[in-house]
């Protein structure tokens, strides 16, 4: 039996997705949590195979607890399910532990096959997930330059595009000031930007907030 927790800050979802995995002979649904720090609890009481996670939810969200997910429960595969399109997010998240991604407009069964996979200790790519890395290693440049930032230089940069200041990033991510100052720096560099007007540009270009 493939242990699943299910986090999505939406009942609905989380409902919806439940029901649908009940159907399945060899799954079962262990736990439920609503945001990234849930879901960080969850992985820490709770045995399971696959956690199921949305990345955009409220305070913490999916990409925050991702690295607190992966030091607390190391043999747990998480599956992104997310709103957007692989080419946005897909290739950051494998890179930084994620063990799938699928974007919510799948076929449902792609899910069951995807947590089948993941639960065997295996990456699932999808077909689109596939394609961008065959992209990835066509191209001579080494792509776009969000794509090259740390995992936390990601967290960061994500925050700051959305508006949020240094001193409130740093309380989310239980950093100093000091240290944001100096992950924003960093990021600036490697994304050839000057100003926090210009990363929400960039952000909202590559379509990385909305």
């Not at 002979?25 to 399971?48: H, K, P, S, Y």
């Not at 997310?82 to 950051?92: G, L």
């Amino acid at each position: 039996m493939i242990r699943v927790g299910i986090v999505d800050d939406h009942a609905i979802v989380r409902v919806g997705l439940r029901n649908f995995l009940a159907e399945q002979v060899d799954v079962r649904v262990v736990g439920e949590a609503a945001n990234g720090r849930e879901a960080i609890d969850l992985a820490r009481t709770t045995e399971m195979d696959v956690m199921l996670m949305d990345l955009s939810m409220p305070g913490q969200s999916g990409i925050d607890a991702l690295a607190m997910i992966r030091a607390k429960a190391p043999d747990v595969g998480i599956l992104v399910l997310s709103i957007y399109p692989e080419e946005h997010y897909a290739m950051n998240l494998i890179r930084q532990g994620a063990s799938g991604y699928l974007n919510k407009e799948c076929d449902p069964l792609e899910i069951v096959d995807a947590i089948r996979t993941i639960a065997l200790g295996k990456r699932y790519f999808s077909a689109q997930v596939a394609e961008l890395m065959a992209q990835q290693l066509d191209r001579k440049a080494d792509g776009l330059p969000h794509e090259l930032l740390s995992e936390r230089e990601f967290q960061v940069f994500l925050k700051l595009a959305a508006g949020q200041t240094a001193g409130q990033v740093a309380e989310e991510l239980s950093l100093s000031v000091k240290t944001v100052s100096t992950y924003r720096t960093r990021l600036m560099e490697k994304l050839g930007l000057h100003s926090n007007s210009d990363l929400t540009y960039y952000a909202l270009t590559n379509k990385l907030i909305t």
